[in-house]
């Protein structure tokens, strides 16, 4: 976790100097904010105090989407996927819908290659996150914004 | 009863990574929506998925409501014999739903 926040730091200074050339301040602002509590509680509950490193896992997924309703997510890691060696689950995590988990994928050795695509829904902008746990124990991570045009979640039917 | 449809290659050679995708008919009602008089609408997910080559587990997948309507899954597995993929979707009532497909190793 600790990772993540070292990140988003970095992250927030080059934002601030880019919106400071380019004046978009509310974009700045809203990347400023903290990763979101519950994001981290669940994580937690994952890794439970386990360092999580960056790299390995590749997160692919369209940084500005129209529809949240409907969001292709890509996952993929690299791993030989052997008996030794392999990723035993994917995590996937969201910092702004109603509830901090997505999906979890379980994987065995036998699916040969760690790669996964699904479908989600984005109820806002924001940052989504990718955990994969491999047999050996460690936690790898990649992240990704993204933009949502016309968040899920929020329309009723009335 | 949903619809699913299910895509895997008819034939593979012994070893070969073949690529499987899914796709069930279903609502997968979040429980954050209201009706049209204001009451919540109760929610009803596909909450797993699990894939059995030959009978043994090879992918499995824990869905939330954050996954999107008509859940679609695309994973790998690798072609190791002829025989039968199951597929089984559990909803947040028990029942499940399967759908197969056999595979043709060389």
């Known amino acids: 976790m600790e990772i993540i926040q070292r990140k988003s730091a970095t992250r927030r ?19 400023a904010s903290a990763t979101p509590s519950s994001m981290a509680a669940a994580i937690r509950e994952v890794v439970g105090e386990t360092a999580v490193r960056q790299g390995r896992v590749k997160l692919d997924i369209p940084p500005l989407v129209e529809n949240g309703n409907t969001v292709s997510l890509n996952v993929s890691v690299d791993s030989p996927m052997t008996e030794l060696d392999h990723v035993k689950s994917i995590h996937i995590f969201n ?10 994928f379980h994987l065995t050795p036998r699916v040969g290659r760690a790669r996964v695509s699904t479908r989600i829904r984005l109820a806002d902008s924001q940052k989504v996150v990718a955990i994969a746990r491999l047999s050996d124990g460690s936690f790898w991570y990649d992240s990704a914004d993204v933009m949502v045009t016309l968040a899920a979640c929020l329309e009723d039917l009335r | 009863m ?6 895997v290659p008819r ?37 797993r998925f699990v894939c059995i080559y030959n009978g043994t587990e090879v992918f499995q997948a824990d869905f939330f409501p954050a996954v999107a309507a008509n859940p679609f899954l695309s994973f790998c597995t690798v072609a190791t014999e002829s025989g039968t993929l199951e597929f089984r979707w559990t909803d947040d009532h028990g029942n499940a739903q399967t759908a197969s497909a056999s595979i043709e190793v060389e």
């Open chain 2, 11 to 47: 034939k593979a050679r012994r070893g070969e990574i073949i690529e499987i995708k899914t796709l069930l008919s279903h609502p997968m009602e979040t429980g954050y929506r209201r009706d049209n008089v204001g009451n919540p609408i109760p929610r009803d997910i596909i909450n």
């Open chain 1, 13 to 31: 200074v080059f934002l601030i100097g880019a919106g400071s050339s380019i004046g978009c301040s509310t974009f700045v602002m809203r990347s």
């Open chain 2, 2 to 7: 949903a619809r699913a449809l299910i895509n």
């Open chain 1, 95 to 104: 910092e702004k819908n109603p509830q901090p988990n997505v999906t979890i």
